[in-house]
C-alpha cells in the first residue's frame, strides 16, 4: 500500500523471488466523512489471499495497520510509518491542534512541490520532477480526508504481527520519535524508491 496521495509506482523497483506474488494496491476514493477504521474495511475487499503479508508506506503504513483488525495477515509490515499516535512528531501533533490541516491540500493540489515535499520529505527536493509521477492521487477530497486521518489517528496499542523498517534519515517521522524499528543507514522517506537494492536482499528475509 502507497503512502499519501502516492500510486503504487513507488514499488516499481521492488522485484522479489518468484516464490512470491506481489500485488500492489491503489488508493479509492474516501466517503464524506468516512471514519479510517470504515475505510480500512473497505480496503480489505480487495485481498483476494488468506494469511498474506501485508507492507503499507508511510500513511499507507498506518492503513495496512487498521485493516489487520478486519483481515488476517501473516505479517504487517511497515516502512517509514509509525506504529501508534505516540510516534507522531511534533509538528503534525501541532497540525491537529491547531486544525492546519484544512488549508494544507488546496495549496498542494496548485502546488505538486510542496506535496511532494510533504509525502517524500524536503531531502527530495532537487528531484522534484522526478518524483512527480509517484503522486497521482491528488482529488481534494481524498487529500484532505487523508490528511486529517494521519494527524488524528487514534492508535494506542501495537499491531503484534508488525515489522517497522524506518530510514536514519526520514525527515517525516524523524527517528527520534520512532521505537522498535529496524533502522535503515541513510533511508529518507522515500527509502522504498532509493533504497530498493535493501528491500530486494532484506524483505524475503525477514518474511521467513
Known amino acids: 500500500m502507497p503512502g499519501l496521495g502516492a500510486s503504487s509506482k513507488i514499488f516499481e523497483f521492488i522485484k522479489l523471488d518468484k516464490k512470491f506474488k506481489l500485488i500492489k494496491l ?6 464524506e466523512n468516512e471514519s479510517l477504521s470504515s475505510y480500512a474495511k473497505r480496503m480489505t475487499k480487495k485481498i483476494k489471499h488468506k494469511n ?4 503499507g508506506v508511510s500513511f499507507g503504513g498506518i492503513l495496512v495497520q487498521e485493516m489487520s483488525v478486519f483481515c488476517k495477515f501473516s505479517k504487517v509490515i511497515i516502512v517509514s510509518s509509525i506504529k501508534s499516535k505516540f510516534e507522531l512528531p511534533i509538528s503534525m501533533i501541532l497540525a491537529k491542534k491547531t486544525k492546519a490541516n484544512i488549508f494544507f491540500p488546496s495549496k498542494w493540489i496548485n502546488d ?21 509521477r509517484y503522486l497521482s492521487v491528488r482529488d481534494p477530497q481524498y487529500l484532505n480526508w487523508a490528511v486529517k486521518q494521519q494527524i488524528n489517528w487514534k ?12 530510514g536514519d534519515k526520514d ?26 537494492d535493501w528491500f530486494n536482499k532484506n524483505l524475503p528475509l525477514l518474511l521467513k
Do not use: C, Q
Not at 491503489?26 to 466517503?31: A, K, N, R, T
Not at 492508535?155 to 524506518?166: A, D, L, P
Not at 527520534?176 to 532509493?194: C, E, Q, S
Open 26 to 31: 491503489d488508493w479509492i476514493s474516501p466517503f
Open 112 to 132: 505538486i512541490e510542496n506535496l511532494i515535499l510533504f509525502v517524500f520529505g524536503d531531502l527530495v527536493k532537487k528531484k522534484v520532477m522526478h518524483y512527480k
Open 52 to 55: 498474506p503479508y501485508i507492507l
Open 171 to 196: 525527515n517525516v517521522f524523524p527517528t527520534r520519535y520512532i521505537k522498535n524499528a529496524i533502522i535503515v543507514k541513510d533511508g529518507t522517506h522515500a527509502m522504498i524508491l532509493i533504497k530498493s
Open 155 to 166: 492508535r494506542t496499542s501495537i499491531v503484534s504481527n508488525i515489522i517497522h523498517i524506518h
